[in-house]
Nanobody
């Protein structure tokens, strides 16, 4: 129901734009987010957005470099990643929640999300 795309191999300092398209249900009243998982590490929060209000949250490690956005008409979530660093290398997952239950302070919590995409690999070379 969530299909992530846009990953790839890029040099440090480069940019990528990830997209996550939802099908089968709408997330326009809920929250969607991006998480990532590097080899041997736990899944970590990257960014999230309230689909109706556009309120956003970012991990400190990506603030100023990544921008999350959404297109409710297309039921699609985006993550624009600029100034990429080798430490950004990971599988990036999109996640969603439809009921609008996630409070701002809990957007970082993967357990708060009900739906997950399959992940897209981002590799940043030094």
């Amino acid at each position: 129901q969530l299909q992530a795309s846009g990953g790839g191999l890029v040099q440090a300092g480069g940019s990528l734009r990830l997209a996550c398209t939802a099908s089968g249900r709408t997330f326009s009243s809920g929250t969607m987010g991006w998480f990532r998982q590097a080899p041997g590490k736990e899944r970590e929060f990257v960014s999230a957005i309230r689909m109706r209000s556009g309120t956003t949250s970012y991990a400190d490690s990506v603030k100023g470099r990544f921008t999350i956005s959404r297109d409710n008409a297309k039921n699609t979530l985006y993550l624009q990643m600029n100034s990429l660093k080798p430490e950004d290398t990971a599988v990036y997952y999109c996640a969603g929640e439809t009921g609008g239950r996630i409070i701002l302070s809990n957007m970082w919590n993967p357990s708060a999300y009900d739906y997950w995409g399959q992940g897209t690999q981002v590799t940043v070379s030094s």
